[in-house]
C-alpha cells in the first residue's frame, strides 16, 4: 500500500498521543478562554483535520474548551521526509481563533519554529489564512477527518482526506480507499485497499486478491484489469509500469505500451503518493549499467550522463549526482549550477 503511506504514517503519529480535550467534562475545563462562549462550534467532540497539499501533509486534533483551542499534530514534508510535532493554542472569538503553533524536528529536538496564522474553523473545514511558512504560503483548507483518539459522534467522517487532482481527492474509511470530488459526492466507492491520484482522467488502483494494479477512470469504470505489479500516475500521456520481469516501461493513454520494459527504475527520487515518471517532458530512468540518464516521451535516451543518481526536471533544471558531487543540468545536459 505505497501510495497512500504518508497519510497512514500521520495518523500513526496522531493516534499515538492522549486525547486533545476531555469528553468527561463536556470539553470545559480550567483555562477555558473566559466568558461567555463566541463560537457554534460542539466542545462536547473532537475536532481533527487533515492537509494533503503541495507536498506536505498535517493532521491535527484540536480539542475546544469554551473559547480556548488546544491541539496537537504532525506536518510531514514528503520531499526530504521530514517530520515536525506540532502543538497549537489560540482563542475562540466567533469562530475564527489567531493561533500560536510551536513546530519541533522530530529527529533534532533544538529545531524548532513558531509561527502565527488565522483559523476559521467550521464543522468539516479548518482555513488557515495568510499562512507563511516554508512550502506553504497562503491560505489552505483542511478537511475533517474521523478522531482516533477523541470520541466523535460523526460516524462519517473519513480516516483521511488528500489533496485533490483535477477536482477529486482520495478519502478512506476504515482502510478502504475512494475518490470524492468536489461536491462531496463519492465516485469511486470505499472498496480498494489502494488507490492512486487522478492524473490525465485516469487513476491506479490495487486488487488486494490478485496482487496486481491497474487502472479506472474518475468513476470507478475499469480502463485495464489488474496485470502489474506496480502502476505509476500519469503524466505526459504515459504511465510507468513495473512487469514481472521486474523491468519498468511505459502505457500511453490508449493503454498500448508505448515503451518497452527495459529499466531497472523510474524516478527514484520521489517516494510520494503522486510520484510520476515524467516531468517537463524527460523521464530519469536507472539502465543497465546501474546508471541514470534522461529519456523523452519517445523513449529516446536525451541526456546520456551516466549519473549516480538524479532528479526529476523542473522550471527546465535538475539536480545529478556524479563524480561525488552534486550538481545541476538543464535540459541540454549542461551544467548550470555547483559545475565546480
Not at 497549537?88 to 496564522?117: C, P, W, Y
Not at 485497499?193 to 470507478?220: A, P, S
Not at 510520484?275 to 541514470?292: M, Y
Request: proline fraction near 2%; charged fraction near 25%.
Amino acid at each position: 500500500m505505497k501510495s497512500n503511506c504518508y497519510i497512514f504514517y500521520a495518523l500513526i503519529f496522531l493516534t499515538s498521543w492522549s486525547c486533545t480535550s476531555d469528553t468527561g467534562s463536556g470539553g470545559a475545563t480550567q483555562n477555558d478562554g473566559g466568558g461567555p462562549i463566541t463560537h457554534t462550534l460542539d466542545t462536547a467532540v473532537g475536532y481533527c483535520f487533515q492537509l494533503s497539499k503541495d507536498g506536505v501533509e498535517e493532521a491535527i486534533e484540536l480539542g475546544i474548551y469554551n473559547n480556548k483551542i488546544k491541539g496537537e499534530g504532525v506536518r510531514i514534508y514528503r520531499a526530504n521526509q521530514a517530520v515536525y510535532n506540532l502543538i497549537a493554542e489560540g482563542i475562540l472569538e466567533g469562530n475564527q481563533a489567531e493561533m500560536r503553533i510551536v513546530a519541533t524536528n522530530s529527529r533534532d529536538s533544538k529545531e524548532t519554529f513558531t509561527h502565527i496564522e488565522t483559523w476559521e474553523i467550521n464543522e468539516d473545514v479548518l482555513v488557515a489564512k495568510n499562512r507563511k511558512i516554508k512550502n506553504l504560503e497562503g491560505d489552505y483548507s483542511f478537511r475533517r477527518t474521523y478522531c482516533h483518539q477523541h470520541e466523535n459522534s460523526d460516524t462519517t467522517l473519513y480516516d483521511s482526506f488528500g489533496e485533490y487532482f483535477e477536482g477529486y481527492a482520495v478519502v478512506s474509511k476504515n482502510g478502504k480507499f475512494g475518490l470524492i470530488n468536489e461536491a462531496g459526492v463519492l465516485t469511486i466507492p470505499l472498496a480498494f485497499r489502494d488507490i492512486g491520484i487522478v492524473r490525465e482522467g485516469r487513476i491506479t488502483f490495487y486488487d488486494e486478491y490478485l496482487g496486481l494494479r491497474g487502472i479506472m477512470d474518475v468513476n470507478g469504470n475499469v480502463l485495464l484489469e489488474p496485470k502489474y505489479i506496480e502502476l505509476m500516475a500519469y503524466s505526459n500521456g504515459l504511465a510507468a509500469f513495473l512487469s514481472e520481469e521486474g523491468k519498468w516501461g511505459f502505457l500511453n493513454l490508449e493503454l498500448e505500451i508505448a515503451i518497452e520494459p527495459k529499466y531497472t527504475n523510474v524516478n527514484f527520487f520521489k517516494p510520494d503518493p503522486t510520484r510520476q515518471a515524467f516531468s517537463e517532458g524527460l523521464a530519469n530512468v536507472q539502465v543497465e549499467n546501474d546508471k541514470w540518464n534522461y529519456i523523452d516521451t519517445k523513449g529516446n535516451r536525451v541526456i546520456a550522463g551516466d549519473f549516480l543518481f538524479t532528479e526529476p526536471f523542473k522550471n527546465g533544471e535538475a539536480r545529478v549526482f556524479k563524480n561525488n558531487k552534486w550538481y545541476t543540468i538543464n535540459k541540454a545536459g549542461k551544467c548550470i549550477k555547483n559545475c565546480d
